[in-house]
């Protein structure tokens, strides 16, 4: 079966006014299709990847026939990336963390402030196209930037936060004034389902 984009979770003005109505429609139903579009016409290049799941195929890069390997990490990372986007964001969301990754971010970056300026400051140096993260490797949680649509599954480390730094993401209301978006970005996070991510990382 081909990749689908999957139904935003929410309206899409539910997260205004952090991110805008007009940037969700095109970023979810233009943007991640294209990546679905592009990935699935890769994949069909390369049918001994038909049975995998996305995920798998990025742990796994140096399989992906050389052909379609580039197209594969690009387009492919671009559907796993913006996927993750959507569910850890969402209406009624944002302030302090609660759970498993309060208690994990205070042990490895002391508080929620200092975590989150060393995010935002992986996202604002991010040159040019990228995601800012907060994934699990083995020595525990870090904070890292990927160029382009680069997952973080592909180093072996466990995406459980990640925004979007392309300028797709925020200039339409934000213009070039990523550091603002980074900032206001933090009022839809959906600390539920980075939760679970945190569970799901642990395995
Ligand atoms: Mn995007």
Do not use: C
């Not at 993750?84 to 944002?94: E, L, Q, T, V």
């Not at 994990?104 to 990228?130: P, V, Y």
């Not at 993260?133 to 680069?150: C, E, R």
């Not at 200039?171 to 539920?192: F, I």
């Amino acid at each position: 079966m081909a990749f689908e984009v999957p139904p935003l979770p929410y309206p899409y003005e539910a997260l205004e006014p952090h991110i805008d109505a007009q940037t969700m429609h095109l970023h979810h139903d233009k943007h991640h299709q294209a990546y679905v579009d592009n990935f699935n016409a890769a994949v069909e290049k390369a049918p001994e990847l038909k049975n995998k799941s996305a995920e798998d195929i990025l742990r796994d890069l140096n399989s992906v026939p050389e052909a379609v390997r580039t197209a594969v990490r690009n387009h492919g990372g671009g559907h796993v990336n913006h996927s993750m986007f959507w569910k850890i964001m969402g209406p009624n969301a944002g302030g302090d963390p609660t759970g498993a990754i309060a208690d994990a971010i205070k042990s490895t970056f002391g508080d929620f402030n200092s975590f989150k300026e060393k995010f935002n400051d992986a996202g604002a140096k991010q040159f040019g196209s990228g995601w800012a993260w907060l994934v699990q490797g083995k020595s525990g949680l870090q904070i890292i930037s990927t160029p382009n649509q680069d997952s973080p599954l592909s180093q072996g480390l466990y995406p459980i936060i990640g925004n979007d730094v392309w300028e797709h993401a925020y200039y339409l209301k934000y213009q070039n004034r990523r550091a603002e978006y980074l900032k206001a970005w933090w009022n839809v996070v959906n600390w539920n389902e980075v939760n679970a991510r945190l569970q799901q990382a642990k395995k």
